[in-house]
């Protein structure tokens, strides 16, 4: 389905039919509840993120703006859910010692190149970072987006995203040589993520 069958299907849905809204829902379930999971760390949440997320595309749909990609307008109502759902958690230090387990690193630390929301190893460097440092990464590693890309979504700068994703960079590869060095472990390279 390309950007024109999309928007088919848009002025369809806008016109009342709302089974023609079910193709979008399901190209676009993936990457919803893989990039709410990255930012979420839990699966029955991040599935509650995808639900809310297509309910609030569907509702909003008049506001789309078909110069833009669908699937950056929807993974960054995404993020608004996911950052929402954060919000109302007490504070960052009560989830944080609510699951302390997250945060303790796999002895083995081998990284080899499977989707970074599968990887026990990666989950708690991500917990550690800020947000929009944590969604520019998932979106670099999980989808290949570009700075561009990353910043319709943050809905943020071209040179902001950058930042965010440059930063997020630093801290993986500090917190990767860090526990190298306390686990006196190798660690095999992630790719270009790290260049």
């Known amino acids: 389905m ?39 760390g839990n699966y029955d949440d991040a599935l509650d993120i ?12 008049h506001r789309f703006d078909t ?15 996911c950052l929402d759902h954060l919000k109302k958690q007490r504070s960052f230090l009560n989830y944080f010692l609510k699951h302390p387990k997250r945060f303790h690193l796999d002895a083995n ?3 080899d190149h499977k989707a970074i929301e599968e990887s026990e190893t990666f989950r708690p460097l991500l917990e550690k970072m ?20 990353i910043a319709d979504v943050l809905d943020c700068s071209e040179s902001t995203a950058r930042v965010h994703l440059f930063n997020a960079k630093q801290k993986l590869k500090k917190e990767l040589l860090t526990t190298r060095k306390n686990k006196n472990q190798k660690i095999t390279p992630i790719g270009e993520v790290l260049t």
């Open 130 to 149: 800020k947000n929009n440092e944590r969604v520019a990464l998932v979106l670099k590693i999980n989808e290949d987006y570009s700075a561009r890309e």
């Open 2 to 40: 390309n950007t024109h069958d999309e928007n088919q299907l848009i002025q369809t849905c806008l016109q009342g039919s709302r089974s023609h809204f079910e193709p979008l829902v399901k190209k676009y379930q993936s990457p919803v509840i893989a990039l709410a999971v990255n930012i979420l």
């Open 109 to 111: 630390l081998s990284i």
């Open 50 to 61: 995808a639900q809310e997320t297509f309910v609030q595309a569907f509702t909003n749909l």
């Open 67 to 81: 110069q833009r990609k669908f699937k950056s307008w929807l993974l960054g109502i995404a993020v608004k859910r």
